[in-house]
């Protein structure tokens, strides 16, 4: 079963609206401005964006005096983690896409990190908000073996470590737009 979106709060609506649209290649879909829960006045906008494969990322912008306006954005580094560690990883169904986005984020003016994980391939960047983004091509099957594995590696205390994979920074080819 699939997701059917992912929601998450934004404290700057412009530069989200425009990482999702142009620099992702997302539509926006559906804006819904409705009152917070409770009988204080307080109101947001629930906005989501179509991403192409049967699901939806969404952010909210709050306008509620209990909820204030200091609250973090980034998931990361808000809980006291690393950057990479809590992200959103989205499908480019060929290598091609995967290329295609590659591009086009650095024709966004974005710094892209490009791993090759043997098994997959994916290029990372971060929103407005602090938050990791990818794109993730699968590039075979998984083995048997490796599905067996899978469960004795989850129960493993200290298993054999198999690297990162191999890592590419691709540096931007326009200068970042203004918002």
Same mark, same amino acid.
């Given at each position: 079963?699939?997701?059917?979106?992912?929601?998450?709060?934004?404290?700057?609506?412009?530069?989200?609206?425009?990482?999702?649209?142009?620099?992702?290649?997302?539509?926006?879909?559906?804006?819904?401005?409705?009152?917070?829960?409770?009988?204080?006045?307080?109101?947001?906008? @629930?906005?989501?964006?179509?991403?192409?494969?049967?699901?939806?990322?969404?952010?909210?912008?709050?306008?509620?005096?209990?909820?204030?306006?200091?609250?973090?954005?980034?998931?990361?580094?808000?809980?006291?983690?690393?950057?990479?560690?809590? @992200?959103?990883?989205?499908?480019?169904?060929?290598?091609?896409?995967?290329?295609?986005?590659?591009?086009?984020?650095?024709?966004?003016?974005?710094?892209?990190?490009?791993?090759?994980?043997?098994?997959?391939?994916?290029?990372?960047?971060?929103?407005?908000?602090?938050?990791?983004?990818?794109?993730? @091509?699968?590039?075979?099957?998984?083995?048997?073996?490796?599905?067996?594995?899978?469960?004795?590696?989850?129960?493993?205390?200290?298993?054999?470590?198999?690297?990162?994979?191999?890592?590419?920074?691709?540096?931007?080819?326009?200068?970042?737009?203004?918002?």
């Amino acid at each position: 079963m699939g997701f059917h979106h992912v929601a998450l709060a934004t404290k700057d609506t412009a530069a989200t609206h425009d990482f999702y649209t142009r620099v992702m290649g997302f539509e926006l879909v559906k804006v819904v401005a409705a009152p917070t829960p409770g009988d204080k006045g307080g109101w947001s906008k @629930h906005f989501f964006y179509d991403t192409g494969a049967n699901g939806m990322i969404a952010f909210w912008e709050l306008h509620d005096d209990d909820i204030g306006h200091d609250f973090p954005t980034d998931l990361n580094r808000s809980l006291g983690l690393p950057w990479w560690v809590n @992200h959103l990883a989205f499908d480019a169904p060929t290598l091609e896409d995967l290329q295609a986005h590659l591009q086009h984020w650095r024709e966004c003016g974005q710094t892209v990190l490009e791993v090759d994980h043997e098994w997959c391939r994916s290029i990372y960047i971060r929103d407005p908000n602090g938050i990791m983004v990818e794109f993730c @091509h699968t590039t075979r099957a998984f083995r048997p073996d490796e599905i067996e594995e899978a469960t004795r590696l989850l129960n493993d205390p200290a298993p054999a470590l198999d690297g990162y994979g191999r890592a590419t920074v691709h540096e931007p080819i326009a200068a970042p737009a203004t918002v």
